[in-house]
């Protein structure tokens, strides 16, 4: 069986506030084509603590979230 690579589109919503934040991740989510994920970066904080229940509520899925530096966190989105 050959597994296709995921694909990962990136969005840097770093300078954005709620619910900026919220919009933009739901449209690049919505552009998404089958394999690939959503990968963003967000600054900690109230985008970052409600972001991902609301997405999740909404079907999709928390691939992974960490920190990458200060106060900037890794999100990984798939449908």
Known sequence: ???K???KIF?????????ITFVKTKIALEK???NQSLVIHIRDGE???G???????LG????????IKNN???LEIAK
């Open 11 to 19: 969005l840097d919503i770093i300078d954005d506030k709620c619910p």
């Open 1 to 3: 069986m050959i597994k």
């Open 32 to 34: 998404l084509k089958f």
């Open 5 to 7: 690579k995921k694909e």
């Open 47 to 49: 985008a970052l603590e």
């Open 60 to 67: 999709f899925k928390i691939l992974e979230k960490k920190l």
């Open 51 to 57: 972001l991902p229940s609301s997405l999740t509520e």
């Open 72 to 74: 900037i966190y890794l």
